[in-house]
């Protein structure tokens, strides 16, 4: 069993290039997940001079660790914003996501990517009979917005379901081999694309903003926030605005079908297959928000315990849940098109990262987008979601009392422990005799972390960042390393 996901097992990633000069540039994008790479293609054929950068290699992030389904069935988010906002919203959002299907489907077509796209019957289905009524009225609701929708009744091979909603014209892929198929087309087409490059520092300057690495500085006239969770917290307020939730998957040799199911249930399940080489299930669980079940030795046994099956890799996710369930997709301040935002996509980032490439470039060239009032980051959400202002406030302070008070020793094997030098909480991770000792506290807010045993990592239990066991920074929002230097 291999602690990486399916689809970074074999990155088809070719000749990374680092950022080694100073550069100039129109538009900065920072981040090459979905959302970077989305952006960067549909500017591909414009005048404007775009660079992309990413910390790591493009597609690594949570685009890397997704699932991979291109899906407009989205558990009840048609309920949950008829009842927030209107019909209309509603209306609006279902159309949003299935434009983004389709311009997926048309840069497959166009670009003949090959990238195991599949069409695949999808479902939401329940346990729970309290539920039934919820999935029953999602039909409902879904038939009035004219999608051609029908009921399930039955088993999915082992998995019980009591009742299901099922759609047909939905898709799955493998999202590393359509990013990086997205790279290369943007690199021939002229756009510059850096990896291995984190920018740590932005600072405005006159009217340009310089950007900068560690040894290297970007002056550019517009930047792009693709970079999942920002990095920075004023004026945006970012933690009370959102949440973030997390995920454990894995996936096992099994027998392909075209099915794609999701679950209402507590504890959600989400599963597709995957044909390759060889032909995968995969299979996700145990989600819940970052800051809660915080054993990591017990989330992964749990996983692997539910199907009674050893997987062959398993993986864990997080992502971006917004109060309203709409990403937030645009301008980060009123009437100003230099700083931009992509994020906050409530799981379903294939089509929300796909939904932005289309705002964000027709923002970039001056050109209206029907999308754009929908998905504004500055929308003021209904003063009903007080609530949920407080309680995204209160689940950050959580997670950071519980990992500051938590010193749970059943977490954790007898390879790590914990000690306070000159003032400083040192974690410590012993490997075949040697030691590798960080400082436990996120630069991100100060959070103390957890040791994932599993992968090897110190997780952030507030914002998800994560630093390896020598305690380099691989995930944000954290900008900079753990290292502790004796
Ligand atoms: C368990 C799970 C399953 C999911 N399954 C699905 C699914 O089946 N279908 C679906 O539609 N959605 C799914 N999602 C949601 C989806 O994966 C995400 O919403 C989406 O991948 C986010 O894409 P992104 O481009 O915004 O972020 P990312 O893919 O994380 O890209 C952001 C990039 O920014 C880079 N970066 C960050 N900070 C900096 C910096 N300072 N400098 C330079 N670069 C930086 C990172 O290295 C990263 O590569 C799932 C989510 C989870 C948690």
Redesign the pocket.
């Known amino acids: 069993m291999e602690n990486i996901s399916l689809w970074l097992k074999d990155n088809p990633n070719k000749n990374p290039i680092s950022l080694n000069e100073d550069i100039k540039t129109d538009v900065l994008i920072?981040?090459?997940?979905?959302?970077?790479?989305s952006i960067l293609y549909n500017l591909k054929d414009s005048n404007l001079n775009v660079t992309l950068?990413?910390?790591?290699l493009?597609?690594?992030?949570?685009?890397?660790?997704?699932?991979?389904?291109?899906?407009y069935l989205q558990e009840d988010i048609y309920q949950k914003l008829i009842n927030t906002y209107s019909f209309n919203t509603a209306l609006s959002y279902l159309n949003s996501q299935k434009d983004a299907c389709n311009k997926i489907l048309d840069i497959i077509n166009k670009e003949q990517i090959k990238c195991n796209l599949d069409k695949v019957e999808s479902y939401v289905y329940t346990n729970d009979i309290n539920k039934i009524e919820k999935l029953k009225k999602e039909k409902e609701y879904l038939q009035a917005l004219n999608v051609h929708v029908e009921d399930y009744q039955g088993k999915f091979g082992k998995i019980k379901s009591l009742y299901a909603i099922k759609v047909n014209d939905t898709y799955?892929f493998h999202?590393l081999k359509y990013l990086n198929a997205l790279k290369d087309i943007c690199l021939k087409s002229g756009k510059k694309i850096y990896e291995n490059?984190?920018?740590?520092k932005i600072i405005k300057e006159n009217d340009l903003y310089s950007c900068f690495t560690n040894s290297h500085k970007i002056i550019t006239k517009k930047i792009v926030f693709?970079?999942?969770y920002p990095?920075f917290n004023i004026p945006y307020l970012f933690p009370i605005k959102a949440n973030i939730?997390?995920?454990y998957?894995m996936a096992l040799p099994m027998t392909k079908e075209n099915k794609s199911l999701i679950s209402i249930d507590k504890v959600q399940t989400?599963i597709?297959y995957h044909k390759d080489k060889e032909e995968y299930l995969i299979y996700?669980s145990l989600?819940s928000n970052i800051s809660d079940n915080l054993d990591e030795k017990k989330n992964y046994h749990n996983l692997i315990k539910k199907l009674n099956k050893k997987p062959k890799y398993i993986w864990?996710?997080?992502?971006?849940m917004t109060i309203d369930k709409l990403p937030y997709i645009g301008r980060i301040k009123k009437n100003n098109d230099n700083l931009l935002i992509?994020?906050g996509?409530?799981?379903?980032?294939?089509?929300?990262?796909t939904l932005?490439g289309l705002i964000i470039s027709d923002i970039l060239l001056n050109r209206h987008n029907k999308y754009e009032n929908l998905c504004n980051p500055l929308r003021l959400n209904k003063l009903t979601n007080i609530d949920d202002y407080i309680l995204n406030l209160l689940y950050s302070m959580k997670g950071y009392l519980k990992s500051k008070i938590n010193k749970n020793k059943s977490w954790y094997s007898s390879k790590v422990s914990f000690k306070y030098i000159n003032g400083e909480n040192i974690g410590i991770y012993k490997e075949n005799g040697k030691e590798f000792k960080v400082r436990n506290k996120c630069p991100h807010m100060g959070c103390s972390l957890i040791f994932n045993e599993f992968s090897k990592t110190w997780d952030c239990p507030c914002h998800a960042s994560r630093f390896s066991k020598e305690g380099k920074c691989l995930?944000?929002?954290s900008?900079f390393d753990i290292t502790y230097i004796e």
């Open positions: 920072i981040g090459g997940g979905i959302t970077g790479l950068v990413d910390t790591s493009v597609g690594t992030g949570t685009t890397g660790h997704t699932t991979g389904k291109i899906n799955v999202p490059t984190k920018i740590i693709a970079c999942h990095f939730e997390k995920s998957l989400s597709r996700l989600n864990k996710n997080t992502d971006i992509a994020t996509y409530n799981t379903c980032g294939m089509t929300n990262g932005a995930k944000g929002p900008k």
